[in-house]
């Protein structure tokens, strides 16, 4: 994704409460890319993943609404924070 580590997202959630969102890991799965968002501001928080897509030259990120690819992509991400404990 390039220069990542500086990179800070504004997500407006559910209730109207903006976030302030950092990447914490990325990975690809079955050809596609992702990324794993966090609060910065709340570390206890739930990360976001979302899929990384390349639109023309810039990067959009994508909610995953496919159940089978959210199951994998989610299995990926636990096995990422089990192999960290």
């Not at 990324?35 to 990120?61: M, S």
């Amino acid at each position: 994704i390039g220069e990542e580590e500086d990179a800070v997202f504004i997500v407006t959630d559910e209730d109207g409460t903006e976030r302030e969102l950092v990447p914490a890991c990325t990975f690809d799965h079955d050809g596609s890319h992702y990324v794993v968002l966090i609060d910065r501001n709340d570390g206890e928080a739930d990360g976001l993943i979302l899929r990384v897509e390349q639109d023309g030259d810039e990067i959009v990120l994508e909610n995953i609404e496919d159940d089978a690819e959210w199951d994998a992509v989610m299995k990926i991400y636990e096995e990422m924070l089990s192999d960290e404990a």
